[in-house]
């Protein structure tokens, strides 16, 4: 099935950051997670209708939340503390961000969570977050509001507003 593999060689690397965003950055269970996806897309290739793209993110979100209904859950960890704010933003500084974002992504629901990465990271519209989880366009709504509520209160309002 060369369209499959096609698919993955070109998609992959989008797909395992939206895994690694939904695990909350858990890397490990990013790749864990995308491969069983992956596997269990591969048998249904040519059965699925529409957009592959799609039913893949639908099934990362899905298999997420299951994933987290079973375990147990950790104890949040502490942010980080920084000395003093670098006077210029460079590369190091846009690490530190994304490790912000990934550890209070880690912090929300997982509807909240997955909400968040869909329209926000995969850049979805409010249509295509809801046919994704199987919800109403107003629960995407609700979700995102809330989450962007949470996601400022977790980090502060700069950095959600910086860059």
């Known amino acids: 099935m060369q369209d499959f593999e096609d698919f993955v060689a070109l998609r992959s690397q989008a797909l ?14 990013a790749e864990d997670l995308l491969q069983d996806v992956l596997e269990r897309m591969y048998s249904r290739w040519r059965r699925i209708n529409g957009g592959h793209e799609a039913y893949v993110r639908a099934a990362l979100a899905n298999a997420a939340a299951n994933r987290w209904r079973w375990r147990s859950r950790r104890p949040a960890e502490a942010p980080l503390e920084y000395a003093a704010d670098p006077v210029a933003r460079g590369h190091e500084q846009r690490v530190v961000d994304q490790d912000s974002v990934v550890r209070a992504l880690a912090q929300l629901p997982n509807r909240m969570r997955a909400v968040l990465v869909l329209r926000y990271f995969d850049d979805l519209t409010e ?31 700069e950095v959600l507003t910086c860059s």
């Open 16 to 29: 395992l950051r939206t895994a690694y965003l939904l695990c909350g950055g858990d890397q490990g269970a």
């Open 127 to 157: 249509a295509e977050t809801a046919a994704a989880l199987g919800c109403g366009i107003g629960t995407v709504k609700s979700q995102t509001s809330r989450g962007l509520a949470r996601m400022r209160e977790l980090m502060g309002e």
